[in-house]
């Protein structure tokens, strides 16, 4: 065999060898993540956390050196991922508590796993509530006693489980209350102390009836003696939250903002809203504490959105927006809530644009004729947008001549377009003239056609 040959046979043999070994390293990285998927859906990510994450981190290492086709770098990662996936397999439900029986008792404390049954029997059941657990209970099904293994004695006339032949009292049933329960007589005042059980604190230990019974043992001066009280060294703040358990509670929400400062202290809440839960009625996203409309929820559309009030009609324009093509533009309904369309004007929700000027006879406030058309349609705007309800005509000239006489010019031509448009059926009440004079250009007075702007006439919308 030739010397290339042997070559070319070399390197196949390399390149198969690779494939073999980048498939196996393929596999053994899917083996892995499907492991790994595995046991956190049992716990791993609460019980082992940091196994789990390292884990992933080498297996995903592993899959960019494979990719890269460093192999044994990749076989690395694998090597150090299985030890963190070990431990991960081991322990991943090791947190959780197992409750087969889902009776709240957990397995490993459950005498009866297998059985539901109150935490007080150790997790097995009674069935009729008689003390005798089912597994010993002849009865189980009948309220008895421990002496029956669980049956009604056959002669109990007052029904309280206790027999006749051994009832001091077969006529008065027994009250079940830990106290000389077995005469089968009922003590009204287990301690002797003249108050009832019923309204005893401290049944079992005689004390006056100014402390409710309890004898007077209070180290903390609380009012709570200290066989009921939890903290018998701290007294215990009066502030009608847990106060019958001795202890103080500076914290009654437990929300982190401490009761001398909480605004609602039995109510969890943050630290911005000073302890109070923000409330909101209408479910708008807006507290009802800034919230004007706390029973209507905000609709929110970009207008007015912070004051927590439906607004249907933003432009009130009369035409509500469900239907406004231009619902933040006053307009009419005959154009669908928008602008009517005029050829020499134009309808903002700030201004009336006029396309051109308002000319005057020179030096007067005389309209000329050309602009009486321009003027009309002014007049037909506000007259046909029911939310426009006080425009301003601002009167502006030159700085040619003299101040005082500019700003009378002004006004009085501002008073002629003012009276122009009551006379084509703008109500008065709607319009405002003021003449600036020259205080206020829009363009230098240094040339002619910067004068020429300034000499003007504007339609302000002010409501």
């Known amino acids: 065999m030739s010397r290339v040959n042997l070559l070319l046979l070399a390197l196949y043999v390399v390149v198969a060898v690779s494939c073999v070994t980048g498939e196996k390293i393929q596999n053994e990285i899917k083996v892995e993540n499907s492991r790994l998927d595995v046991d956190e859906r049992r716990g791993a990510r609460m019980c082992v956390p940091y196994d789990l994450a390292m884990a992933r981190v080498e297996v995903a290492s592993a899959q960019a050196e494979l990719d890269a086709g460093n192999y044994h770098i990749a076989e690395e990662h694998l090597l150090r991922e299985k030890k963190y996936a070990e431990r991960t397999t081991k322990l991943a439900d090791s947190c959780i508590p197992h409750d087969k029986d889902n009776d709240g008792v957990a397995d490993a404390a459950d005498k009866c796993p297998l059985q539901p049954g109150p935490a007080k029997y150790d997790g097995c059941p009674d069935t009729d509530g008689d003390g005798v657990l089912d597994r010993e209970d002849k009865c189980p099904l009948i309220p008895g006693i421990r002496e029956l293994q669980g049956c009604a004695p056959a002669a109990d006339g007052d029904k309280d489980l206790i027999p006749d032949n051994k009832d001091r009292c077969p006529f008065d049933p ?52 200290d066989e009921l009280d939890k903290c018998p060294d701290e007294p215990e703040d009066k502030d009608n939250f847990e106060d019958h358990d001795g202890c103080p509670e500076s914290d009654n929400d437990k929300d982190g903002i401490l009761d001398a400062v909480d605004k609602c202290p039995n109510d969890k809440g943050t630290p911005q809203n000073n302890g109070c839960p923000v409330l909101d009625t209408d479910m708008d996203g807006v507290p009802d504490v800034v919230d004007k409309c706390l029973t209507e929820p905000e609709d929110k559309d970009e207008f007015e959105d912070t004051d927590g009030c439906p607004d249907p009609d933003n432009d009130k324009d009369g035409v509500l927006d469900a239907d406004d093509k231009c619902p933040n533009e006053p307009g009419v309904p005959e154009e669908q809530g928008c602008t009517k369309k005029y050829k020499l004007i134009v309808v903002t929700a700030q201004k009336i644009e006029l396309k051109q000027t308002v000319f005057f006879t020179t030096g007067k406030a005389v309209i000329e004729k050309k602009s009486y058309d321009m003027l009309k349609e002014v007049a037909d705007a506000i007259k046909s947008v029911p939310s426009i309800k006080k425009v301003v005509i601002e009167g502006h000239t030159d700085n040619v001549g003299g101040r005082a006489l500019n700003v009378k010019l002004s006004q009085s031509r501002a008073d002629s377009v003012r009276e122009f448009l009551i006379d084509e059926g703008v109500d008065g009440a709607k319009l405002e003239a003021i003449g600036y004079g020259p205080d206020k250009p829009i363009s230098p007075n240094k040339t002619e056609k910067g004068r020429a702007m300034n000499r003007r006439v504007e339609f302000k919308i002010i409501q």
């Open 174 to 225: 027994e009250d079940k209350d830990g106290y000389e329960d077995q005469d089968g007589c009922p003590d009204t005042d287990n301690d002797k102390d003249g108050i009832t059980d019923e309204k005893d604190q401290c049944r079992d230990n005689p004390g006056p009836a100014s402390n409710q019974g309890c004898p007077v043992n209070d180290k903390d001066s609380d009012g709570i003696p």
